[in-house]
């Protein structure tokens, strides 16, 4: 789990280390341990992501996405500053670290604002997926599924 939510985290793609959570429920781990391993993962593929973009810059994103893509991200990381990270973070949208370091977003930003926020929404959805364990609504949506 822990190299899989690095490599979600570092590369951009529709699917985040979310599904990590709700597949270690799936299999029935221990939700607290599934989280630990998200946030560890999460962290460290975030970190390296970002540094690679800090270090190869606009060439690298490019190579995730287009030049436009490219020009609106970091547009409005500049535009909104530090808070750009925070909602970037939460929303349901790819979370793209190398854009962070290319955009030359500082270290204590990426960390504090972004990284931060996304292992306590990490935690929100564990904090839920516990929740609906223990009163067995997890049970009945995995039914839902064929599960």
Do not use: C
Request: proline share 3%; charged share 10%.
């Amino acid at each position: 789990f822990t190299i899989s939510a690095g490599i979600l985290e570092g590369i951009p793609q529709l699917l985040s280390t979310d599904i990590l959570l709700v597949m270690g429920a799936i299999f029935n781990m221990s939700t607290i341990y599934t989280l630990l391993y998200v946030a560890l993962g999460a962290t460290v593929g975030s970190i390296i992501a970002f540094y690679a973009g800090n270090i190869f810059g606009k060439k690298l994103a490019l190579f995730f996405v287009s030049e436009q893509q490219y020009d609106q991200i970091t547009s409005y990381i500049q535009s909104k500053g530090k808070f750009a990270l925070p909602l970037i973070s939460v929303l349901p949208l790819p979370y793209f670290p190398i854009v962070f370091g290319a955009a030359k977003v500082s270290i204590f930003e990426f960390v504090f604002y972004g990284l931060m926020i996304r292992i306590a929404k990490h935690a929100a959805i564990s904090y839920l997926i516990y929740y609906l364990i223990q009163h067995d609504y997890f049970d009945l949506i995995k039914s839902w599924f064929g599960l």
